[in-house]
Every structure is written in structure tokens, then in C-alpha cells.
Nanobody
Framework: QVQLVESGGGLVQPGGSLRLSCAASGTSFSINSMGWYRQGPGKARELVASVTSGGDTNYGDSVKGRSTISLDNANNTVTLQMNSLKPEDTAVYFC?????????????WGQGTQVTVSS
């Protein structure tokens, strides 16, 4: 069994920055990819950013140019740095991981962390 533990988030002023981290823990697993998705009020869940174990990254259009995602393979932790935050970045942010266990891939989601951008 693998667990995802998210940290970061909270209340941020417009123009500010935040850092979200998500650590995967468990036994006998490997990370294929990790990333962050978000769901704003009344909106569908959307990609924020993702990264593979090989370092390939993918960003949602709404955060390109002001976000950086990185994966620490040794500690199974993904970190998302977001800058120049806007009120429309307000959402619940979810960590997502594709985990390899004994030759099979499994999808895991974190419980979500609230990010509110407001003055």
C-alpha cells in the first residue's frame, strides 16, 4: 500500500508564491510519475503540472511560465513552486502519482489541499 502525504497550501496574496509538496510512502514501489491537479469551485479537475521519473515535465496552460515542478526520486517527493499567483488559482490541489508495484501500475490521489489566493 502506498500513501501520499501533501503539504503546503493555505492563504496567499495575489502576486505571491507558494510551494506544494507531496511525498509517497510505502514499501516495494517505484514512481513512474507524479504531479498536481486542481479543482476550483464549480470547475472540472485540471492538470497543473506533472513530472516523470525521467524528468519530463508537462504544465497546464494556465500555469505555464510561472510554475516549476520537480521530482526527488530518492525521497519519492514531488514539489510544485508557483509564482505570481492570481485569484483564479484558488482551488483544491490534489497530488497524483502513478506507482509501479510488482510490474503493475496503480494510480493514487492525495486527499487535497486548499489554496486560496486573496487579499
Amino acid at each position: 500500500q502506498v500513501q501520499l502525504v501533501e503539504s503546503g497550501g493555505g492563504l496567499v496574496q495575489p502576486g505571491g508564491s507558494l510551494r506544494l509538496s507531496c511525498a509517497a510512502s510505502g514499501t516495494s514501489f517505484s514512481i513512474n510519475s507524479m504531479g498536481w491537479y486542481r479543482q476550483g469551485p464549480g470547475k472540472a479537475r485540471e492538470l497543473v503540472a506533472s513530472v516523470t521519473s525521467g524528468g519530463d515535465t508537462n504544465y497546464g496552460d494556465s500555469v505555464k511560465g510561472r510554475s516549476t515542478i520537480s521530482l526527488d526520486n530518492a525521497n519519492n517527493t514531488v514539489t510544485l513552486q508557483m509564482n505570481s499567483l492570481k485569484p483564479e488559482d484558488t482551488a483544491v490541489y490534489f497530488c497524483k502519482a502513478v506507482i509501479g508495484i510488482r510490474g503493475y501500475n496503480y494510480l493514487y490521489w492525495g486527499q487535497g489541499t486548499q489554496v486560496t489566493v486573496s487579499s
